[in-house]
């Protein structure tokens, strides 16, 4: 939830709510490498690459999107509406594989939450053997509509989009797989997805004779890789696991090119490490283990028998590049340079790209062998903004939580410093499950935080528990009962920043977008005492109003834990503001809906309380474009109003 999402307009009505991680399509190389899918114009092309000759797949008004070339390089998928066709690129002659496309039926096309929470970007895929299509349809016409609206024109004009809030109907999906060349649709079954099910991953086994199935159960504390034979129908479970908080997911099964094994990460020993399983899941290796994440597989090289991978091994606070063996042996660290290491890997591992950098070194990216060995600066760094601006130093220093928990935080002394002197201090925040912990030897380059700085803001950040990067427990402590523990971590991280000598305790201010914005007006209204204001962007204030995967994950569904929701509802703590709090939203917020701020807002009303309020038109999650300046100065001139002498002056 940490992310704006993606408002695609209708030609001639209201907007699409697609969600930003919807895959839409881009240039895709065939399996041989020697043809290029182009979309262009809303059209697709297929250059051959040894000839340089191109040709025009498709042409017409309407755009395809998500096209995917077959293996064999022979044909391309694609959606068109929210039906799916092939196209031959011998012929150029074009197949409807269905029919029956609408608004709410989606052939082979994702509903809104699915992308947002599981990070279901496609929902079709070729088969091996390039003659069939898998895909899901989803149904959501039983998803509930929150009514958006454009006011900006001389009419309102009604834009509905289908979200499931927590304890809400999901959309109901059926497997299918049809020929590429055209004909009926075998629908498999895959269970209750509506109430009971989610399908977080799905694609074709490497026989072309089965799908497999990712299957979570509702609050996502069970998983089952099912594998489901084409022709009979019949399923097999190939692995399950199962935890007493929630199972993470991470990337999706990667198999082998011997067709009998395949590679899945999972945090079963409490840490994300790479497991090698038999297709049939009678056998299962575990690669990598210890008290350290991985945070992703970045390629195979079967020929030499190693699978590549990035990890916190080293440190939490970094991200090296590391190989093992497929039988988990002769591990090595590949990159050396301490700092934050990317990497992009080609199809067989020979060659990768690393991009890097640390807290003063802005990003370099080099070309390496698979061996590690470098081959050539791809692209210098570039220290423009180091050599044009005062970038200010950033340090990253350890304290304890209330419990003895050792937390992690990142200062940033303002211009100018003085011993002996007090400032005020501006705590940015973030908080939130499933995303990566905030502090990373890494370059963060010209940031709101160095505007800040300048200004003479003492600027900090901390971790909390409930974040990822530090083993499945440092994230549990939150389970049905969000923003308890969060809170009281970053109260210590104060504590422990006003212990330095140096922050004023009686000018803290804090600011966060999205779940950081759900922990801003939480600190204002639950830590009353320890901040003076505060800046809520885009604020959840009560978890039945975001959506169901996200909140059930980590809330459980809302009638096994009414309790857990009403005590972290904010609206009923309105009376609790002391200080001052200034709430930003994007009306038409397709996330966090809008719904979360009025409500908020209305309690604080009712309470008497006076605040400040900021309101964009955006059709987003986040503010953007010349809009996020102003939203930026406003934030400015609001800390330096109620933090600083006389407004700032």
């Given amino acids: 939830m940490d992310d704006a999402a993606v408002a695609v307009p209708h030609e001639d009505g209201p907007f699409d709510w697609q969600n930003r991680r919807e895959r839409s399509g881009g240039l895709e190389f065939s399996a041989s490498g020697k043809e290029l899918l182009y979309p262009s114009g809303g059209d697709l092309f297929l250059i051959h690459v040894d000839t340089a000759q191109w040709q025009q797949l498709t042409k017409t008004p309407v ?22 066709y092939t196209v031959d690129a011998a012929s150029g002659k074009e197949t409807r594989l269905t029919l029956n496309g609408t608004e709410t039926l989606r052939n082979g096309a994702p509903d809104w939450v699915y992308p947002e929470e599981l990070e279901l970007g496609t929902a079709f895929w070729w088969s091996p053997d390039s003659k069939s299509i898998a895909y899901l349809q989803f149904d959501t016409s039983r998803e509930p509509v ?12 009604y834009e509905p989009q289908r979200y499931p809030q927590a304890g809400e109907n999901n959309p109901d999906i059926r497997l299918g797989v049809v020929a590429a060349a055209g004909g009926p649709t075998r629908w498999l079954e895959t269970g209750d997805t509506r109430s009971a099910y989610l399908i977080a991953r799905a694609g074709w086994m490497p026989d072309s004779r089965s799908v497999y199935v990712v299957r979570l159960n509702r609050v996502q504390n069970k998983l089952d890789m099912i594998s489901i034979g084409v022709e009979t129908g019949e399923p097999s479970v190939v692995f399950h696991e199962s935890d007493p908080y929630w199972i993470n997911l991470s990337g999706d099964v990667r198999f082998l090119r011997d067709g009998k094994r395949f590679l899945w990460t999972s945090e079963r020993d409490g840490f994300r490490h790479i497991y090698l399983y038999s297709t049939d899941g009678k056998t299962v290796k575990q690669l990598t283990k210890g008290a350290w994440e991985v945070t992703a597989i970045t390629g195979v090289d079967e020929e030499g028998g190693r699978v590549f991978y990035t990890s916190s091994e080293a440190t939490h606070l970094e991200r090296h590049l590391y190989s093992v063996r497929l039988d988990g042996e002769d591990k090595r660290q590949l990159t050396k340079e301490a700092g934050t290491h990317s990497i992009a890997m080609g199809p067989t591992g020979a060659y990768y790209l690393d991009t890097y950098s640390g807290p003063q070194s802005p990003s370099r990216v080099v070309l390496h062998a698979g061996s590690g060995a470098e081959l050539g600066v791809y692209r210098e760094a570039d220290r423009t903004q180091a050599d044009q601006f005062d970038i200010l130093p950033a340090e990253i220093v350890s304290f304890k939580a209330a419990d003895g928990a050792v937390l992690y935080g990142r200062l940033l002394k ?32 010209v940031d709101i935080d160095q505007v800040y700085a300048h200004h003479g803001y003492v600027v900090w950040q901390a971790e909390n528990r409930g974040g990822m990067g530090r083993g499945h427990a440092f994230e549990t402590s939150i389970y049905h009962n969000l923003g308890v523990t969060e809170l009281a971590d970053q109260v210590a991280g104060v504590k422990y920043a006003i212990s330095l000598g140096f922050v004023d305790p009686e000018r803290v201010g804090i600011h966060g977008w999205s779940y950081g914005g759900f922990m801003t007006a939480n600190a204002l209204l639950n830590a009353p005492d320890v901040f003076r204001c505060g800046v809520a962007g885009a604020p959840v204030t009560n978890w039945l109003n975001y959506d169901t995967i996200y909140t059930e994950r980590y809330m459980g569904l809302p009638a096994d834990n009414p309790d857990g929701y009403k005590n972290t509802a904010l609206p009923a703590k309105a009376a609790n503001l002391k200080g001052r709090l200034m ?14 701020t009025l409500q908020l807002i209305s309690a604080l009303e009712q309470a008497g309380k006076t605040f400040d309020f900021v309101l ?3 059709k987003s999650h986040g503010v953007s474009g010349s809009l996020a300046r102003q939203m930026n100065e406003a934030m400015l001139e609001f800390f330096d109003q109620w933090l600083k002498p006389e407004g700032g002056k």
């Fill in 63 to 84: 755009t395809e999107t998500d096209a995917k070339l077959s293996p064999d390089g022979k044909m391309a998928a694609f959606r068109r509406g929210q039906d799916l």
């Fill in 146 to 157: 929150f009514p958006h609206e454009d006011l900006l024109g001389e009419r309102a004009l």
């Fill in 414 to 445: 303002p211009a100018g410093f003085q011993t002996g002197k007090k400032y005020p201090m501006v705590v940015t925040v973030y908080g939130g499950p499933g995303v990566a912990l905030p502090i990373h030897d890494a370059w963060s380059g």
């Fill in 583 to 596: 709430i930003m939203h994007n009306f038409e917020d397709d996330n966090v809906l809008f719904q979360n």
């Fill in 616 to 618: 964009y038109p955006q």
